[in-house]
């Protein structure tokens, strides 16, 4: 059994929690957290369990990690807070652990990663003999192995299109939505996570990702930004109300163009309400959010992800299904050598030894 440290227990923390103990060959040996309201709490309460697991939530960074786990989920968020989280992931693999965690999109493409990234987890790495795997869902498993695998049916391909439809009014991270991406703000308001290169920044590793797995060369990455205002006031359940004439829904596009075409696209359609931009993509099903691949060719081949979790909860599924890619590769990173992968490396395995477990 691997003794696993799941270190964070907001979104991605529950789900992780929940996956470690599901896991035949991991066993849960520590939960760290940050709220000091959260210290001394079950962890089977803390991810959202009807049991308890006999493992207590602690702040206690040093001791978690002298006891050198064999592997370290690691769910804090690193969108705003980027040094700290490069910072904590290093002290995980010095001290040997494998590391998995959706957090530093620059690490996603780790080929590719600005070396103030890069160099100090390969320098974690030599010291400590640890290794780190960064995946997600989008980006993460949506544009890259799912993409990837689905192309090999084709018999000839001329375009991929990833996208990632959603109704954030479900995503329970309110100054994520209402301040990176904007919701809510009116429409000269400039949110972070559209700035201009920002896209390419989260998302053009991927891009990269799938032109290596596709033996092709890309001329450049670009990107597209459609924004659109709210015509009436919306009231969401998570995160309250959202005011006619602010920003309501965000299309946007990156583009990996070969040959002078865009062949490799990942888009992003986000709203906070349906009733903004309903002439824009919508699930299939209707309902709060799905992932969809398409391939351009012969066939034409579409397939369309709809994950739920935690009460039928589309943003809650989208989470788990990226903690199930992150947890299933641990078992498979402490028997490669250490290193720093990406999505290319990492086998998506069957889940095997978890059918019918409960």
Known sequence: MISTVVWGTGNVGRAAIRAVDAHPALKLAAVLVHNPEKVGRDAGELGGLDHGLGVTATDDIDA?????????????????????????????????????TPALYPLYDQRNAPPEFRDPVLAAIADGGGSLFVSGVDPGWGNDVLPLLISGLGTTVDAIRCQEIFDYSTYEQE?????????GHPMDYEPLMLAPSI?????????????????????????????????????????????AGTQG????????????????????????????????????????????????????????VEATDEGEN??????????????????WLVDAEPGLYDALDVPLRPAVGRLGRK
């Open 175 to 183: 100054d994520s939505v209402r301040h990176l991406i904007g919701m």
């Open 64 to 100: 978690v990690l002298a006891a050198a786990p064999g592997a370290v989920v690691y769910a804090a968020t690193g969108d705003i807070r980027p040094d700290e989280a490069l910072d904590d992931i290093g002290r995980a693999i010095r001290a040997g652990a494998v590391v998995v």
């Open 199 to 243: 896209p390419t920044m989260v998302w053009g590793g991927q891009i990269r990702l799938m032109a290596r797995a596709l033996g092709v060369e890309l001329d450049d990455i670009r990107e597209t930004l459609e924004r659109r205002a709210l015509e009436a006031t919306v009231s969401t359940r998570t995160m309250g109300e959202f005011e």
């Open 314 to 331: 589309r943003s809650a599924g989208g989470n788990a299904t990226a903690v199930g890619r992150l947890v299933g590769a641990i078992d």
């Open 249 to 304: 829904a965000v299309r946007f596009e990156v583009q990996g163009i070969v040959g002078g075409e865009p062949r490799i696209v990942i888009e992003h359609i986000t709203r906070i309400h349906a009733s903004c931009a309903p002439d824009w993509p919508t699930p299939p099903d209707g309902g709060d959010g799905a992932h969809r691949v398409i391939i351009e060719g012969s066939p034409r081949i579409e397939v369309t």
